[in-house]
């Protein structure tokens, strides 16, 4: 039922951008942080921003602070994250996620992960 599907990733030079999309449904997108993750290759998942429900909140890792804006669009259910002045250390699968969502008064909470989008950096 609950699905997050990413995308808007691609090749891009360092210095480049790119606005990649998390289409959520399933559950109410507008009650729950929303998360997004990047995953190189041989290296751990590693945590890159969050957002309230309300969009009026934000946090970000140290290594794109300044560089990426996580927003999103509650009347769409969809979460973007605009990457600005791209690195080849950007280089990844990005992942959409959502934690701790119900989808029913007598559910119990699950974390939810996108397929994820590559993003490679590279000149």
């Known amino acids: 039922q609950v699905q997050l599907v990413e995308s808007g990733g691609g090749l891009v030079q360092p210095g480049g951008s790119l606005r990649l999309s998390c289409a959520a449904s399933?559950?109410?997108?507008?009650?729950?942080?929303m998360h997004w993750y990047r995953q190189a290759p041989g290296k751990e998942r590693e945590y890159v921003a969050t957002i309230t429900g309300a969009g009026d909140g934000t946090n970000y890792a140290d290594s794109v602070k300044g560089r990426f804006t996580i927003s999103r669009d509650n009347t769409k259910n969809t979460m973007y994250l605009q990457m600005n002045s791209l690195k080849p250390e950007d280089t990844a699968v990005y992942y959409c996620?959502?934690?701790?969502?119900?989808?029913?008064?007598?559910?119990?909470?699950?974390?939810?992960w996108g397929q994820g989008t590559q993003v490679t950096v590279s000149s």
């Open positions: 399933g559950f109410t997108f507008s009650r729950y942080f």
């Open positions: 996620h959502a934690p701790q969502i119900k989808t029913g008064w007598t559910s119990p909470p699950m974390n939810y």
